[in-house]
């Protein structure tokens, strides 16, 4: 599970551990490792290390202080580094003497915007490499137009130094010029941008280096899931199981203007996991066409005992679809709601009324459901996400390129897909069956809707695997998916 910190948690267990060690000894610790991944980098790329040439952006802080010190031990294995200044007269001072003390060249930004051909002003034409120093932790807003002009004529690739200089580190926005590397190498612990859309875009690959905050940072602010975490959560059938022992899906979900939806959501509650699913609406023949397994009838009322019911998908904001709702919310097992029920929930407050206290309830809005629901989400989409779980008791999952799901007790997780395979129609019916599969199964709210997000992501990539994929595909991937976890049968 990779654990992420805001960056005034970060700072603060920096200020702990910095009053224990020698000045300076962080700065160097953290700058090595940027300038040994530069090197990797540098020989991948051109076959070599020394005669290669590399420019450092360095701006007003620390952060160009570890681009000046990066540039010092590059200079120790025979990289020609030239540092371009953004604030000549705030460079940190002892970053900048080693530089020199190494052999390394100093320019101001003004020498290399002024277009003299000399050596020296070519510095970003003629590099192999850039490491951006511009700003890390002190980051507000976009790149200012003096370093915005410096980036544009870069063509290098960039390892960033903490993080893509222009971003938000605390949200991921990205509200103006900002850089785009191929690594960055961060320092103690990931911060948000390194996972939140759109920042984690500009990121390339993260290396996270040891700088001993981990005792001071105490619990994070959110989480990450990785494979294992997936698998280790993945209902699997034990020996002694039967089909209804493992927990019955009921999908209350489209109707006869949209029966593919239906289709789609008992689809993916199909694919999850074994067991059997019960499907209730207007699309009951569609349905059991598709899958014969699968008992359909045309209302709530004739549809027996389910242990979560999946709602929303392709139901309509008519008063039939209303009721259903009502009736799923009073059935006392975990709901999860989609699509329209998330819109009849913002429109109708009388609807949480039918639910019974306690019961979960997953919610998963994009954004525009979530402006009804909650109002608008601005930039910090985790904080939006967090106040809605509180406020609707319930978990809360905003799609998005970063999915990001808040439990009504402040636990956040985060997935982030750098791909869009995901975003096409009939898509979010899927997840619902996801997640109604896995909360039938008992698996605890955050969690079912988390592995579903992270599940839904690998088999759009499966599906697609680098083509177009409809809805119906990523479904069908889903089994593929789960065999990729290799988990534990
Ligand atoms: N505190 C520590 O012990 C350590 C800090 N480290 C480095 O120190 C960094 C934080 O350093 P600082 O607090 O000095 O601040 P920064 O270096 O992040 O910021 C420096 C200055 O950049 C300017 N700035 C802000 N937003 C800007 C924008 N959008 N465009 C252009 N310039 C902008 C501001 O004038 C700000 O004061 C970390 O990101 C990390 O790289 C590392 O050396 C590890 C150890
Ligand atoms: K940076």
């Not at 953290?30 to 980098?41: C, D, E, I, L």
């Not at 066409?289 to 019911?309: H, K, N």
């Not at 839904?456 to 889903?478: N, W």
Request: charged share 20%; with cysteine.
């Amino acid at each position: 599970m990779r654990e992420v910190w805001t960056t005034g948690r970060i700072r603060a267990a920096e200020d702990v551990v910095l009053a224990r060690t020698q000045p300076g000894a962080l700065m160097r610790r953290a700058a090595f490792a940027v300038s040994v991944h530069a090197a990797r980098m540098l020989r991948e790329r051109s076959g070599r290390v020394a005669g290669c040439r590399v420019a450092l952006l360095v701006g007003a802080g620390n952060n160009g202080g570890d681009a000046l010190w990066a540039g010092a031990f590059l200079r120790r294995r025979g990289v020609g580094v030239t540092a371009v200044l953004l604030a000549p007269d705030k460079t940190h001072t002892e970053g900048l003497a080693a530089l020199r003390r190494a052999g390394g060249r100093v320019v101001t930004a003004a020498d290399v915007s002024s277009e003299r051909s000399d050596g020296d002003s070519n510095a970003l034409a003629t590099a192999d490499l850039v490491i951006d120093g511009i700003v890390g932790l002190a980051a507000r807003g976009g790149l200012r137009p003096d370093a915005a002009a410096l980036v544009e004529r870069v063509t290098a690739p960039i390892i960033a130094v903490d993080l893509p200089s222009g971003v938000d580190p605390d949200t991921g926005a990205v509200t103006g010029p900002a850089v785009a590397a191929a690594a960055t190498v961060t320092f103690g612990a990931y911060k948000p941008l390194h996972v939140l859309a759109p920042a984690a875009s500009r990121c390339g690959e993260v290396h996270l280096i040891d700088i001993g905050l981990r005792p001071e940072l105490g619990e994070p602010d959110f989480r990450v899931l990785d494979p294992g975490d997936v698998a280790a959560r993945l209902p699997l059938p034990k020996p002694a199981d039967d089909k209804y022992t493992q927990g019955v899906v009921g999908v209350a979900a489209g109707g006869s203007t949209y029966p593919g939806a239906a289709v789609l959501t008992t689809s993916g509650a199909v694919l999850t996991k074994s067991g059997m699913v019960r499907y209730a609406g207007s699309a009951a023949d569609v349905v059991r066409a598709r899958w014969p397994e699968v008992i359909a009838t045309g209302s709530l009322s004739d549809a027996g005992r389910v242990q979560a019911w999946v709602t929303g998908p392709g139901l309509g904001t008519a008063s039939g679809a209303r009721e259903t709702v009502r009736e799923v919310l009073a059935a006392d097992v975990p709901v999860i709601a989609d699509a329209d029920a998330v819109n009849l929930l913002a429109a109708h407050p009388d609807l949480w009324d039918a639910r019974e206290p306690g019961t979960p309830l997953v919610l998963t809005p994009h954004e525009r459901e979530f402006a009804r629901l909650a109002g608008d989400i601005g930039d910090d989409h985790v904080a939006a996400v967090v106040a809605a779980a509180k406020r609707c008791d319930a978990v809360v999952l905003l799609k998005g390129h970063s999915t990001v799901i808040a439990d009504q007790d402040g636990r956040v997780l985060v997935h982030y897909t750098g791909r869009a395979w995901p975003a096409t129609a009939g898509s979010g019916d899927v997840l619902s069956g996801i997640i109604g599969a896995l909360l039938a199964a008992g698996v605890e709210p955050l969690f079912a809707a988390g592995c579903a997000a992270w599940l839904h992501d690998s088999a759009a990539a499966i599906a697609a695997s680098g083509a177009p994929t409809p809805a119906s595909l990523i479904a069908e991937a889903i089994p593929a998916a789960i065999r990729a976890l290799e988990p534990k049968t």
